[in-house]
């Protein structure tokens, strides 16, 4: 193998002298410039196709003569009612003439006139108030009204004082279950604690059968304080139910419950716990 350089050689060839040409190298780096040549001339071509496309698309394309319609929406409107050939109607008559005012009887009252003596002459005496009907007026008339009943004063007592009717009985007062203001034992919730504690007393038979529970009284407190139909509503037996109805029974007065600022009657519920101290 000469070691000689061709004056045309190029940088491949000094490159890979002394070396095997048939490596891939060799080939890309020989055929590069060629490569980058033809790639460059092929995307310009495309590019300048892709750009040209819709042009030569649009020049085989036969031109038909478009048209555009318009459609516009037009608001229907009621036609006007038809004249019709028969006349209108007659307008309404006339009121009717107002009814003539019936004439009132008077009697003619005669004023006072002054004259000298010699002139005087017996005059006319005026009518008796109790012989005058009607009204009175500068002069006698006979009117229709006289079988007309005379009007009847509203605040004239009768003649008969009629008998007091009696006011009908009270029924029975309401019983609320919810007012606006709850009825309380005198002091509060603190001071019922107490009166039940102080006078409670457990059942013989409740302790001997070590009987615990609570039983639920319900009662009505009337509008003066006062206790009324006491119930048991649960029980727990053995003298319990017993012993809390005498209790509640013994209560003083307790404040009414009220309902729009008055007092009402309500019914109340009170749970009373039977427990045995150990």
């Not at 009132?104 to 006319?124: A, C, G, M, N, Y």
């Not at 006062?226 to 119930?231: A, K, L, T």
């Not at 009220?258 to 009373?272: A, L, M, N």
């Amino acid at each position: 193998m000469s070691n000689v350089i061709s004056p045309n050689a190029t940088l491949d060839d000094i490159i890979f002298k002394d070396k095997n040409k048939e490596y891939g190298a060799y080939f890309l780096r020989k055929n590069y410039q060629a490569v980058v040549k033809r790639s460059v001339m092929i995307g310009s071509a495309l590019f300048a196709g892709a750009l040209a496309l819709p042009f030569i698309i649009s020049s085989l394309t036969p031109k038909d003569n478009e048209k555009t319609e318009v459609i516009a929406e037009v608001m229907k409107v009621a036609e006007p009612p038809k004249k019709s050939d028969t006349p209108p109607p007659p307008p309404p008559p006339p009121p009717p003439p107002p009814k003539d005012i019936p004439k009132v009887t008077t009697t003619k009252f005669l004023p006072p006139e002054i004259k000298r003596d010699e002139e005087v002459q017996k005059p006319e005496p005026p009518p008796e108030v109790d012989n005058i009907k009607g009204n009175t007026a500068t002069e006698s008339v006979k009117g229709n009204t006289d079988d007309i009943a005379p009007p009847v004063d509203p605040d004239a007592r009768p003649a008969k004082e009629e008998a007091p009717v009696e006011p009908p009985k009270p029924v029975e007062e309401e019983i609320f279950t919810a007012v606006e203001q709850q009825a309380e034992f005198p002091g509060g919730i603190p001071a019922f604690a107490k009166f039940l504690q102080k006078n409670l007393k457990y059942p013989a038979a409740a302790q001997r059968a070590n009987v615990q529970g609570k039983v639920y009284v319900q009662f009505v407190v009337n509008t003066d304080g006062s206790i009324q139909g006491v119930e048991v509503l649960k029980s727990v037996g053995f003298g319990c139910d017993e012993e809390a109805v005498r209790v509640i029974k013994m209560v003083p007065k307790w404040n009414p419950g009220k309902q729009s600022g008055r007092p009402v009657r309500s019914r109340f519920t009170v749970p009373i716990n039977f427990v045995l101290s150990e």
